[in-house]
């Protein structure tokens, strides 16, 4: 089994969440939170800062922890045909933007970034990560963890 370990941005101002396009190389994009792999011997607080810096251009704050979820996705689901069972290991937290301008990632993997209206979220081809930050947001559980998200539909890992 593979494991990664990443931090993941909520933003969410005016009833809005920054939500960034995901364009890999097979070209099926989908939406997903700012955020990303926690390199070796970095903090999951710093790399947070980082990955939004990178991927859209914009200055992040962090405000307070929100949640950590861990999830398996089974090997008949990734993204990459015939690798072994993936652990995603997640660090939410919850950030304002104080600075900068949003523009697509440099030679990355992100098209764009844009403020969503929350109620639009629903209709979005979307990570699952996008749930779990909102879900993580509104209801700020006291264990920092909450339901396994569904896949499925609109909704990939």
Same mark, same amino acid.
């Given at each position: 089994?593979? /494991? ?5 941005? !909520? ?5 809005? +969440?920054? /939500?960034?396009?995901? +364009? ?13 792999? +926690? ?8 790399? !947070?800062?980082?990955?939004? #810096? ?5 200055? #992040? +704050? ?9 999830? $398996?996705?089974?090997a008949a689901e990734r993204a990459v045909p015939g ?36 109620p639009d979220v629903a209709g979005l081809g979307r990570?699952?990560?996008v749930d779990i930050g909102l879900t993580l947001a ?7 963890? $909450?339901?396994?998200?569904? $896949?499925?539909? /609109?909704?990939?890992?």
């Amino acid at each position: 089994m593979s /494991l990664r370990l990443a931090a993941y941005a !909520v933003c969410i101002e005016d009833g809005r +969440v920054l /939500l960034a396009r995901h +364009v890999p190389q097979n070209g099926a994009s989908n939406w997903t939170l700012p955020g990303g792999r +926690v390199e070796h011997a970095e903090d999951p607080f710093d790399a !947070v800062i980082r990955e939004v #810096a990178e991927e859209t251009g914009c200055d #992040a +704050v962090v405000e307070r922890l929100l949640g950590v979820d861990s999830r $398996v996705i089974p090997a008949a689901e990734r993204a990459v045909p015939g690798g072994p069972e993936h652990q995603n290991v997640g660090v939410f937290y919850q950030v304002r933007i104080a600075g900068g301008r949003l523009r697509p990632e440099p030679n990355g993997e992100i098209a764009e970034s844009v403020w969503t209206p929350i109620p639009d979220v629903a209709g979005l081809g979307r990570s699952s990560l996008v749930d779990i930050g909102l879900t993580l947001a509104r209801t700020l559980p006291a264990t920092g963890h $909450v339901a396994p998200v569904t $896949v499925g539909g /609109l909704i990939r890992h």
